[in-house]
């Protein structure tokens, strides 16, 4: 972030305002206090949807302390080790996938960790849930709490709202919820489910891979019934893990506390004797897939941490 949009909580004179959808170049704020909108231009300003900020003119002059911020690794060439904070000062991320897709666990662990390490409260959500037959449907939601790390787990359908009244009823009054997921596991439905309006654009996924296209271009915030807002983001092809806090380790809890008796401190959970985490897999007790994604992700911010120095 550069000086001219310096992070500050000294605004007690000065106007707040919500950034509610960013497009290229240009940003579109709602003032906190009043039932005003304003467009300003994004000159030097590293701003993301849910940020309350401070402008002067047309320049956002600063960005207030983020309570949340679901952040990834920027993709692309050239900027390898830059963050992308997607959305801020949201209380729910709700994590979905398709239930007519076969479920991703490693998808899953990924993106989780994403939501746990924003600080907000995350939830999976299986969409879709009127496209498959009940005993598939079943099976996959068994898939999904396997890996869900104790995080609520709701089957839902934005086309007949199967389910949705209890997923809003998990939702808090006035919460912010922010929705991620790849492309094509009907986000834009369901934020339009949740709002009770056709506010965003809606579109089939591909038959050969099933990939959505991708209907939503820009991150926004909408406003839902009883003062809560949604961010929906365009659908992400890659989820790069940011710097994790406690992440991976709230994504991996069983694998952590086993790791709490292995013999050495600094054990790789390979072949050192004494392994708990090893001892487990080779019981069956512990899933070797998952152990390997958690150690994947690891090596991953370990990568990320050596690229920084």
């Known amino acids: 972030m550069t000086s001219d949009a310096r992070v500050t909580s000294n605004v007690e004179a000065a106007t ?7 497009d290229r170049g240009w940003s579109t704020l709602r003032n906190v206090e009043k039932d005003e909108e304003s467009r300003v231009r994004n000159i030097g300003a590293d701003v993301a949807v849910g940020d309350i900020v401070n402008i002067d003119g047309e320049r956002v002059t600063n960005v ?5 911020a679901i952040t990834r690794r920027r993709s692309g060439e050239g900027a390898r080790v830059q963050k992308d904070v997607i959305a801020s000062n949201v209380d729910v991320v709700l994590v979905v996938q398709a239930a007519d ?15 746990l390490d924003s600080m907000a409260a995350p939830v999976l959500v ?19 709490r396997r890996v869900s790390a104790g995080v609520p ?12 009244s209890k997923l809003i009823d998990d939702l808090p009054t006035g919460s912010a919820i922010a929705l991620i997921g790849a492309s094509g596991v009907g986000k834009s439905s369901l934020a339009n489910a949740l709002s009770g309006s056709e506010q965003q654009s809606t579109g089939e996924v591909r038959e050969g891979d099933q990939r959505g296209r991708h209907t939503t271009t820009a991150a926004e915030l ?18 790069s893990l ?13 694998i952590f506390a086993l790791a709490d ?30 152990v390997a994604s958690m150690k994947e992700l690891v090596a991953e911010e370990a990568e990320l941490e050596e690229l920084m120095e």
């Open 64 to 68: 207030l302390p983020r309570s949340s």
């Open 101 to 115: 897709q076969e479920v991703n666990p490693r998808r899953i662990e990924r993106e989780l960790t994403v939501a």
């Open 261 to 290: 008796s292995c013999k050495f401190r600094d054990c790789k959970h390979e072949t050192e004797p004494g392994c708990a985490v090893a001892d487990a897999v080779r019981s069956g007790a512990l899933d070797p897939k998952r």
């Open 222 to 239: 909408i406003a839902l019934p009883n003062g809560r807002w949604l961010v929906d983001t365009p659908g992400l092809r890659v989820v």
């Open 16 to 22: 707040k305002w919500r950034v509610i959808r960013i």
């Open 242 to 254: 940011w710097l994790s806090g406690r992440g991976i380790e709230r994504a991996f809890p069983e």
């Open 126 to 144: 299986l969409n879709k849930c009127d496209l498959v037959a009940p005993p598939v449907l079943d099976t996959r939601m068994d898939e999904v």
């Open 153 to 164: 787990v709701h089957a839902v359908s934005a086309t007949t709202q199967e389910g949705l």
